[in-house]
Structure formats: structure tokens, C-alpha cells
């Protein structure tokens, strides 16, 4: 310590009490020797732990983490391409963990706790960085990884990225959630940065089909993709919002959460080519529907994909 910072400083707290001050003075020892990413990272704990119980908790959770098997909890599903005049076809695929797996194996409700959710996610997204960096498979088409932005200044990260072939890096896109990504501009401007020199794409996820219009020009601007949710809307609501948006902001749109053939028609009806949810395995096994909604001649010999699609 006194090598280090000149001095010797001691300093005792009760935790029942200070917790979050304890915390803050563990974070502002870390800033003074810690290198540029490690203080991006710390730029997103602007909150700390309420009680020593939380933060016990946390350490329980990071335990049983660490010794999870990820490749039992990843999750995947097809990204599909759906134009009017032309069959289906494979674009690529979203890779997860599944949250509802992770609170069976923790015994921790861990959704119901926004600091904890924020917290574990980022235990989630450095397992996962660890777990492609090992397994190196091949994604099929784009691969779509949706990530805390935390974790895209880590050392796992700089692991993958350092691991991976670079044919293999300039196919991934990172997906941040819009609100976290508006959180702090300065860590994001970075992060984009060093996609753009990487060839890695960004895309902004959890995107509500009533909040489109709210996207500024910035954001359209730096984004490859706007990842936008239409689970429970309506067709005439998805047609409504979406003829608001310029052809070079449709082509951006990644419609997701589509549960029924009528979301998805509205969505290539506006012009939308990309297109994710659980009702597109559906979709793509009846050619009939695909027919009606991509035109005649694109619902012939459509085995192969209706086999991706039960994945």
C-alpha cells in the first residue's frame, strides 16, 4: 500500500451501514491503477450494493456461475431474411443464455431485482465470451450476440477477439439494449469505435414498436441493425409505426419477438427484410402461408430450411 500510493491509508467501515461507500472506495482504488477498458468498465457501476446481504448474494450467484456448463444453458435462434418475390432464407442466428435456466439451477429470482439482473447478466456475458472463445464454432450466416455493454470492454472480449479468425469477427454483431446504451454516451462512443476498426456490427436491441420514432439520427446513423419487439402487437400497429421510416432506416429493422404469420406480413408488407421470433419456425413449415405472404413459387421445396428452423 505504501509503495503503491505513497502512504498508508486505513479506513474502517460497517458495512450494515456503508456498504455502498465501502464499494466506492474499492472502485476509486481500482481507478488509480487500473488500465483504460478497466476504467470504461467502471464507468457503468455507477450503483452499488444496498446491503452486505445483497453483495453476499452476488458472490453466491458468481460462484455457482463459474462452475456452470454454459453449452447446457446457451440458447439459440434463427435470424431469417423474408422478401416478397423470393423464398426464405437463413440470415443468421442470436446467441443467449437462457435467464429462466439460470434462476432453476441458482434457486435466485434473479429478474425481480434490477441491480442483481444488471449484476449477473455481466457474470452471464463473461461466460459466454469464455465459452465461444473455447468452443471457436462457426456461426450459420450473421452471428448476433447480445451482450451488457460492460462486457464489451472486458478481458474476455479481448480474448475472443484475439482468438477468433477475423472472417469469423467481421460476421458478429453485438446488441445492446437502447436503454443501456443511451445510459453513458461517452463508454459508447468508445466501444463504437473500436467495432468500426474491428468490421463488428452494432445493433440496438429491445427497441418497442411505439418507440421507433424516438430513435435520434445518431443512433440510426451508427447502428446496423434496429432490433425492434412486436410481440404482443397488433399487425395494424406494426404497419403504422413502421410507415414512418425512411426505406434506409426499414432496411436496418430486425422485426422481433414475431409469434404470428399476420406480424410478419405486416412487417415484409412494409418493407422489413429481417425477421426473428418463435413464430417464424411456424411460418417457415407451411409453405401454403409462406406462398401467401412472400408470393407464388416461394413456399416450393422449402425442406432444408423448414429443418434450420425447428433448431
Not at 445483497?54 to 454454459?70: F, K, S, W
Not at 455481466?122 to 448476433?144: A, C, M, N, Y
Amino acid at each position: 500500500m505504501s509503495r503503491r500510493y505513497g502512504t498508508m491509508d486505513v479506513r474502517v467501515f460497517d458495512l450494515d451501514e456503508q456498504t455502498p461507500e465501502f464499494a466506492m472506495r474499492c472502485i476509486d482504488y481500482l481507478r488509480m491503477s487500473s488500465p483504460e477498458l478497466v476504467q470504461e468498465f467502471l464507468d457503468f457501476q455507477a450503483d452499488c450494493p444496498c446491503t452486505t446481504a445483497q453483495l453476499g448474494e452476488l458472490i453466491e450467484l458468481e460462484r455457482i456461475v463459474g462452475q456452470a456448463d454454459m453449452s447446457m444453458h446457451v440458447r439459440f435462434q434463427s435470424i431469417w431474411r423474408l422478401a416478397y418475390g423470393t423464398k426464405p432464407s437463413l440470415y443468421g442466428e442470436e446467441m443467449w443464455v437462457s435467464m429462466a435456466a439460470m434462476e432453476e439451477i441458482t434457486g435466485k429470482s434473479i429478474m425481480r431485482d434490477a441491480w442483481m439482473f444488471s449484476r449477473f447478466t455481466e457474470l452471464l456475458d463473461s461466460r459466454v465470451l469464455s465459452h465461444i472463445t473455447k468452443e471457436r464454432s462457426k456461426p450459420r450466416g450473421r452471428q448476433f450476440l447480445n451482450l451488457n455493454p460492460v462486457a464489451a470492454v472486458s478481458v474476455n472480449f479481448d480474448r475472443m477477439i484475439k482468438t477468433l479468425p477475423m472472417v469469423q469477427i467481421r460476421q458478429l454483431i453485438v446488441e445492446f439494449a437502447l436503454p443501456v446504451w443511451r445510459s453513458n454516451a461517452a463508454v459508447a462512443a468508445s466501444i463504437l469505435s473500436r467495432f468500426q476498426r474491428l468490421g463488428i456490427g452494432l445493433a440496438l436491441d429491445a427497441v418497442p414498436i411505439d418507440g421507433v420514432g424516438s430513435l435520434s439520427e445518431k443512433e440510426l446513423e451508427v447502428a446496423s441493425f434496429i432490433k425492434i419487439y412486436v410481440a404482443t402487437a397488433e399487425p395494424d400497429m406494426i404497419t403504422k409505426n413502421l410507415a414512418n421510416l425512411s426505406p434506409d432506416v426499414i432496411r436496418q429493422v430486425v422485426l422481433c419477438r414475431c409469434e404470428t404469420p399476420e406480424q410478419i406480413e405486416a412487417g415484409v408488407k412494409a418493407g422489413v427484410m429481417y425477421f426473428q421470433g418463435y413464430g417464424l419456425a411456424e411460418f417457415i413449415n407451411k409453405p401454403s402461408q409462406v406462398a401467401h405472404v412472400l408470393g407464388s413459387g416461394t413456399g416450393d421445396d422449402l425442406t432444408r430450411l423448414q429443418l434450420v428452423a425447428r433448431r
